[in-house]
């Protein structure tokens, strides 16, 4: 077991007595059902239903604490307090106050006492633990008052790493977030595998990009997506152009060492892939790959369009 402080991670807290429902009302997911025990993860999006900001959602008391980007902390707080007009509701960069550490490994949900499921919460410490709520296999989240944060994860008596440790494993589970990686208003929600990774739920009511999103979803025209590469050879820059036999596949979005997260076009991407094609990129080769939690997702969208035309 590995745990990592965050220090690029930021720390949002939204408060008032109308607070959850200004986030559900504004955000791509659930924050209704949210409470002590359980967390979440959701997305700021664009009227076009484009991702502006995504991070993780917890309950803090009567409040929400967004773990999000530090540098765009305060860029998020200007952009739910433009959605505020009259709701009681306050937000506020408090990333002077909080520190977020990760821990990863076998056994990390029982070392916190937490369950194995996405999203399960608990007070630890003055702050809150957590499982990730994308994905169980990125590990779990601490949120700890500044004061203490650094004893109370070196009590724990696992094996100090990197924030660049972390940025590794998240990569190899093929998981992008932030800016850097999803951009500014560059990718639809669904492109950035927000079903799977459980930040979009298609039942609750209307949020600010919602429209485009639903249609996207249920007339199945999701034809991008966000998908781990592994790079043999120069590494490309982000922003290159990946080809199949000089035609163009996708885009890479970032690159961590070996590994790359890819903007892929689905339908050239399965062409060549049959054909046993290679992609290149700025003289690299990159090798697709699609870990259990991505290749069932797409095993569903193609099996949704047959399903449609079978009503």
């Given at each position: 077991m590995r745990v990592a402080m965050m220090p690029e991670r930021g720390v949002v807290r939204v408060s008032g007595p109308e607070a959850r429902d200004f986030l559900h009302?504004?955000?791509?997911?659930?924050?209704?059902?949210?409470?002590?025990?359980?967390?979440?993860?959701?997305?700021?999006l664009s009227p076009q239903g484009k991702v502006l900001f995504d991070f993780l959602i917890?309950?803090?008391?009567?409040?929400?604490l967004l773990d999000c980007e530090q540098a765009r902390a305060g860029d998020l707080v200007k952009r739910l307090t433009l959605y505020k007009l009259r709701a009681k509701v306050a937000a506020a960069d408090v990333s002077a106050e909080w520190r977020v550490a990760a821990l990863w490994g076998e056994g990390v949900a029982a070392?916190?006492?937490l369950?194995?499921?996405?999203?399960?919460?608990?007070?630890r410490e003055g702050g809150i633990a957590l499982i990730d709520p994308r994905l169980p296999a990125l590990g779990a989240r601490l949120i700890l008052p500044a004061a203490m944060a650094e004893g109370a994860v070196a009590a724990l008596g696992l094996t100090?790493?990197?924030f660049d440790d972390y940025i590794g494993h998240r990569f190899g589970l093929g998981v992008g977030e932030g800016a850097a990686e999803l951009g500014r208003e560059a990718l639809f929600l669904?492109?950035?595998?927000a079903e799977p990774l459980h930040a979009v739920d298609f039942r609750k009511g209307c949020y600010v990009g919602q429209e485009l999103t639903a249609r996207m979803k249920h007339r199945a025209t999701l034809r991008k997506r966000l998908m781990p590469a592994r790079v043999n050879g120069p590494v490309?820059?982000?922003?290159?152009?990946?080809?199949?036999?000089?035609?163009?596949v996708g885009t890479v979005r970032a690159v961590h060492g070996n590994r790359a997260l890819a903007l892929i076009r689905l339908e050239p991407w399965a062409a060549a892939w049959a054909t046993g094609t290679p992609l290149t990129a700025d003289g690299a080769t990159l090798s697709i790959e699609t870990p259990d939690w991505l290749a069932a997702a797409i095993a569903a969208d193609a099996a949704a369009p047959q399903a449609q035309a079978a009503r």
């Open positions: 009302n504004l955000v791509s997911n659930d924050v209704l059902s949210l409470g002590p025990d359980r967390a979440g993860y959701a997305a700021l917890v309950p803090d008391a009567d409040a929400f070392r916190l006492g369950p194995e499921r996405p999203g399960a919460a608990r007070c100090p790493a990197t669904l492109e950035t595998n490309p820059a982000p922003g290159s152009a990946i080809l199949a036999d000089g035609k163009a």
